[in-house]
């Protein structure tokens, strides 16, 4: 392939590095009113009377919204296709403010200065009321979250408003009671996983106007432009063709973004008001008022016989989805799907449990999304089952993991009670090229360095998904220009990974041509083809696949005016992506000259293809990743010293920027495990609001990162590709936790594993 596993640099990597104005502030116009929120400094209350008029009355200020002035429609700002699974439980303004940092005013002034001089004049008047804080004691709670009377739900998730219960799932295969009296050993555990922050570098915003039809437009920094647009229209009940979203190029989102966090605030007042608007959300508004990763607690009961062969696991989770239920049943359900179809000789599998609503922050998609929970919790009992079995931890998942050609019940297909069958597993490989890479053999499970330092190595396995089998369905469409050249359209959201430039080879490879005669043009809800957004780890898979279609055909249509242009019939030609030929090499005529008559010649035709693709399966990647840390015994510290991660993610279309995606998510998931950690105050305050307070790993914190790929080739995934985008994130957690413990002897199984938990744990452990 020429195109397709090159190193192409990023399609916008100039761009962005000799700081072109790309993004979305660069963007706004100058004479936009700028909007600032004011926020609950209350967990839970209602807001008994609020006075603005003063603030209206300031010099500068163009309108002051309350719950008063915005429509009553409930909506999610989830950003997931329709019919959405999240709750609607959302008003723009509500009379009820639900965590501290819930909007309580919208205020549009002339400048940042006199918005913020409106916003402390405005009076309101609390009734406060008892918050949940502790997602443990949410169900039947003396207070009830969402009260209200019109909270909708598109279908059963198992919503229960009056026990605070936001979702509920169960799924399982096999008798899970009788397996585990039949096993040998049967281990339990419980693991807590906490929120984490997303901590992208371009924070929240949006503005918008209207056009010269009077249609809203809103361009935003958003992954999901489609979805954003259908939110838009229900909040402000609006009708779907009279809102346009734009997305240019954005600076991160790891999930974050998928959530349309901002967009409705400048929306409502330019459709008050007529007027351009912005709002940029400082760094603290991105801790405090956006969205985080969920909270959870997993049990874990794992049954194995003594020979290491695993009959039976069961989970139970709770989940704190906070004051909001975006995302909640599915990145709920995401933690068993993800996790139990890895170890197929489990003959009974089973998880259940609920997503319950707090008066803290809203939960919502981060990278991995679920998977990262419940792999933190399965990996962590399986490396715990090893220690009680006394068996090497590699070993016994080679004993177990589900291998190429095999189905099990929970995996993703379209069609529940219907499994698919897995038809690209390398995983083996990657456990023992792994192992190789971090001198398992040699190293574990610990070695002493000096008279208080010791390392130890640990493991994980994880796998993901690539996009939603049977929901979710991308669009493509390409043009041939008067140029010669092409124009590729998507509607999916690079958010810096470089898809865009992966998109771009793979319409190359089709058309044998250089990526450099590929202009990508995205995203306009106006223009661009459907796609639901960059997120589920779906755009190299699903708008890959639609992309690959859309340049097939454009090819036949190439290579069908070529005949015709050479008066021969249509299967006499080919086309080598310079000029259309008779296979007897007799006749030719050059894509430029074919541009030249479709445009201006006898037979005028702009020739333009489109594809879609929705898949019927989600090819999960994988990855085995091996980390080394070495532990101070003195004070608990633990630095890592070296983290391996082999994947397989099928054919890579870009080594250079899968590679780049890998060791970005690396790097979260070990933040994840050592540092990041979103602490509230008694009263519900988020404490860890600024990256003062909220450690996040930077590049001394994580030692040497080695990735190496072990591809694999996915029959039903664009030359062969699947995903990589998120199940990088996963396994960092356990793997140092399992190394923490061959150092130590101490299984931190609450995140982050803070020097205080090792040291008191050794301590503990001393004493015991």
Known sequence: MKAVSNSIPKIDGMAIATGKPVYTDDLAMDHALIIKILRSPHAFARIKSIDVREAQHMEGVECVLTYQDVPKVR??????????????????????????????????ARDEKTAIAAMKVIKVEYEVLNPVLDFEQAVDHDSLIHPEKDLHVNFDIGLDQE??????????????????????????????????????????????????QGRLVVVSSTQVPFHAKRMLARALELPKNRVRVVKPRIGGGFGGKQTSVVDVYPAIVTIKTGKPCKIVYERQETFSSSNSRQAMRIKV???AMASGIIRAIDLEALADTGAYGEHAPTVFKLVGLKTLPL?????????????????????????????????????????????????????LREMNLIQEGETNPILDGPEEEKPITLTSCTLDRCVEQGKKLIGWEAKSPFRRINGHKVRGLGMAVTMQGS??????????????????????????????????????????????????????HGVDTDISPYDPGSYASSTTYVTGNAVIRAAEKLKEQIRKKGAHFLDVSADQVEFDGMKVKTLDDDKSISLDDLVLELMNGRDKDQLFATG???????????????????????????????????????????PNLARVQAEGGLVQGIGLALFEDVKYS???????????Q????????????TVEFAPSFESSGPFGAKSIGEVVVNTAAPAIAHAVFNATGVFVRDLPITPEKVFFGMKQNSLS
């Open 75 to 108: 909506f999610t700002t989830a950003g997931q296709s329709y019919p959405e699974p999240s709750p609607c439980d959302r008003l723009i303004l509500d009379e009820y403010v639900r965590f501290v940092g819930d909007g309580v005013a919208i205020i549009a």
């Open 612 to 654: 879609s693709f929705g898949g019927k399966t989600s090819p999960p990647p994988f990855i085995a990743g091996f980390a080394e840390v070495e532990v101070d015994v003195e004070t608990g510290k633990v630095d890592l010293i070296e983290f391996v991660a082999v994947i397989d993610c099928g054919t890579v279309i870009n």
């Open 163 to 212: 026990k605070n219960i936001a979702a509920t799932c169960r799924m399982g295969a096999g008798d899970v009671e009788e397996e585990l009296a039949q096993s040998d050993l049967v281990l339990e555990r419980t693991y807590f996983i906490q929120a984490q922050a997303h901590c992208m570098m371009e924070t929240y915003r949006a503005f918008s106007y209207l056009d010269q």
């Open 682 to 692: 008694e009263g519900g305050k988020l404490q860890t609001d600024s990256f003062m």
């Open 301 to 303: 009961k794992i049954g």
């Open 694 to 705: 909220y450690k996040i790993p930077c590049r001394k914190d994580v030692g040497k990162i």
């Open 343 to 395: 170890y197929n000789q489990a003959k009974g599998v089973r998880y259940r449990g609920t997503a319950v609503y707090t008066n803290k922050m809203p939960g919502g998609a981060f990278r991995g999304y679920g998977a990262p929970q419940g792999t933190f919790a399965v990996e962590s009992a399986v490396n715990e089952l090893a220690q009680e079995l006394g068996m090497d931890a590699a070993l």
């Open 467 to 520: 996009g939603i089998a049977g929901v979710d369905m991308a669009s493509a469409l390409i043009k041939l220009n008067e140029d010669g050249y092409y124009t590729l359209m998507i509607g999916s959201t690079d958010m810096g990974t470089g898809s865009d430039t992966i998109l771009a080879q793979m319409a190359a490879e089709v058309l044998e041509t250089t990526v450099d005669k590929i202009v990508v």
